[in-house]
């Protein structure tokens, strides 16, 4: 084995655009399909995970605007 096998698994970091547009899918993703749902009413926990997933959405997509207008100008 060599020394160097750490370097074969480098991960690229994520990018504050990357994470804005994230948020932003999963948010609207969210709201649409709360604008389409059937007849039935969800149940009480479907409804926690769809303001959950729609909470992280937008606190990715505030953050990922937060990072590019914090980062350093080249």
Do not use: C, H, W
């Amino acid at each position: 084995m060599s020394d160097n096998q750490n370097d074969k698994i480098k991960k690229k970091p994520s990018t504050p655009g990357r994470i804005a547009l994230i948020g932003a899918g999963a948010t609207v993703l969210a709201i649409f399909n709360m604008m389409t749902n059937g007849a039935e009413a969800p149940s009480q926990g479907v409804v926690i995970l769809q303001y959950a997933a729609r909470a992280g959405g937008l606190v990715a997509l505030v953050g990922g605007l937060i990072m590019m207008a914090m980062a350093p100008k080249d």
